[in-house]
């Protein structure tokens, strides 16, 4: 899984975060083992996490420094007497990827190989959102990367094309949900918390993709939508917050992370891949 996004979107803090919870919360709670494939990766998350959680530090903006590396974890599940087993790789991207210019190889080369892809957005690129904050360079632009990556993923045939669409899962995703839940009608579904269970519910991801999809004409960013539409055959729509509350400066907000919905994207995608079963449904 690749995970893209314009510089300072959060993609590094989602992994922190939605590595730590699936670690030490939603392992135990959908019956699951995340094991680290290898000592490298096991280095590697301790870098994301140190910071956030021991540190009370928000990430460095350099994080991942030189060549991103991918996390390669083994997942397990228990579902009656079977186990299900997958590789998860997760690959946090260096900004320069999508800063514009032409692909590099590497790039293209992970692009190609991912098997998923979570493309975060930024809710301060979005018109009516969030104000957008002074100073935030143009290259930094979440419908530009949107652009970018659907292009590049075209470029590098990932996945089995679909009538010329892009064939592999992509989850697109509104991350630093808190910026926005203020505004948000109080009976919205981005609100609610995931009912506890070892399940993937069908019925809040659908309330949820129809609320963002609401959402971005309203912020008149229904063109990413319409993009999405064209280009993916199997795309969805999330919203999440890592952190739950905006840090202050470098300091990580009192208290560390407090996520809302972090772990979305994955719980769609270990259900495509069929790690997961829809809540109430068992094999
Ligand atoms: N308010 C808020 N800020 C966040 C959240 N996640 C990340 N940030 C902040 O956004 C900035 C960029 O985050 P980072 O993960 O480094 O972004 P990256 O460049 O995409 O890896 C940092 O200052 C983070 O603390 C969130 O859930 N809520
Ligand atoms: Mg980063």
Same mark, same amino acid.
């Given at each position: 899984?690749?995970?893209?996004?314009?510089?300072?979107?959060?993609?590094?803090?989602?992994?922190?975060?939605?590595?730590? %919870?699936?670690? #030490?919360?939603?392992? !135990? %709670?959908?019956?699951?083992?995340?094991l680290?494939?290898? $000592?490298?990766? =096991?280095? +590697? &998350?301790?870098?994301?996490?140190?910071p956030?959680? %021991?540190?009370?530090?928000?990430?460095?903006?350099a994080? *991942?420094?030189?060549? /991103?590396?991918? @996390?390669?974890?083994?997942?397990?599940?228990? =579902?009656?007497?079977?186990?299900?087993?997958?590789?998860? &790789?997760?690959? +946090?991207?260096?900004?320069?990827?999508?800063?514009?210019?032409?692909?590099?190889?590497?790039?293209?080369?992970?692009?190609?190989?991912?098997? =998923?892809?979570?493309l975060? @957005? $930024?809710?301060? $690129?979005?018109?009516?959102?969030?104000?957008?904050? &002074?100073?935030? *360079?143009?290259?930094?632009?979440?419908?530009?990367?949107?652009?970018?990556?659907?292009?590049?993923?075209?470029?590098?045939?990932?996945? =089995?094309?679909?009538?010329?669409?892009?064939?592999?899962? &992509?989850?697109? !995703?509104?991350?630093?949900?808190?910026?926005?839940? /203020?505004?948000?009608?109080?009976n919205?579904?981005?609100?609610?918390?995931?009912?506890?269970? *070892?399940?993937?519910?069908?019925?809040d991801?659908?309330?949820?993709? !129809? %609320?963002?999809?609401?959402?971005?004409?309203?912020?008149?960013?229904?063109?990413? +939508?319409?993009?999405?539409?064209?280009?993916?055959?199997?795309?969805? @729509?999330?919203?999440?917050s890592?952190?739950?509350?905006?840090?202050?400066? $470098?300091?990580?907000? /009192?208290?560390?992370?407090?996520?809302?919905?972090?772990?979305?994207p994955l719980l769609?995608?270990? #259900?495509?891949?069929?790690?997961?079963?829809?809540?109430?449904?068992?094999?």
């Amino acid at each position: 899984m690749v995970l893209a996004g314009p510089a300072g979107s959060g993609r590094s803090t989602f992994t922190a975060v939605a590595l730590h %919870e699936l670690r #030490h919360r939603l392992g !135990a %709670e959908l019956g699951m083992a995340l094991l680290p494939c290898d $000592d490298r990766t =096991a280095t +590697d &998350v301790r870098r994301y996490e140190q910071p956030l959680y %021991e540190d009370a530090h928000v990430l460095p903006p350099a994080l *991942p420094s030189g060549s /991103p590396r991918p @996390l390669v974890h083994r997942m397990s599940r228990r =579902a009656g007497r079977r186990e299900r087993a997958l590789t998860f &790789v997760l690959l +946090d991207t260096a900004q320069r990827w999508f800063a514009g210019g032409e692909p590099a190889e590497g790039e293209l080369r992970s692009l190609a190989g991912a098997d =998923a892809i979570v493309l975060l @957005l $930024d809710p301060q $690129d979005l018109t009516g959102a969030v104000p957008r904050p &002074v100073g935030r *360079p143009p290259t930094a632009d979440s419908a530009q990367v949107v652009e970018r990556v659907l292009d590049r993923l075209r470029t590098a045939g990932a996945g =089995a094309p679909d009538r010329g669409r892009i064939g592999i899962p &992509v989850a697109v !995703a509104v991350a630093k949900l808190d910026l926005v839940a /203020p505004q948000l009608p109080p009976n919205s579904p981005l609100h609610r918390r995931r009912s506890p269970g *070892p399940g993937f519910d069908a019925v809040d991801r659908s309330a949820v993709d !129809a %609320e963002l999809r609401a959402l971005l004409a309203l912020w008149q960013s229904d063109g990413i +939508d319409r993009r999405l539409r064209e280009t993916c055959a199997d795309y969805q @729509l999330f919203a999440f917050s890592a952190l739950g509350r905006s840090p202050r400066g $470098d300091a990580a907000p /009192p208290g560390g992370p407090r996520p809302h919905r972090v772990e979305d994207p994955l719980l769609w995608l270990l #259900h495509r891949f069929g790690l997961l079963d829809r809540a109430g449904h068992r094999r």
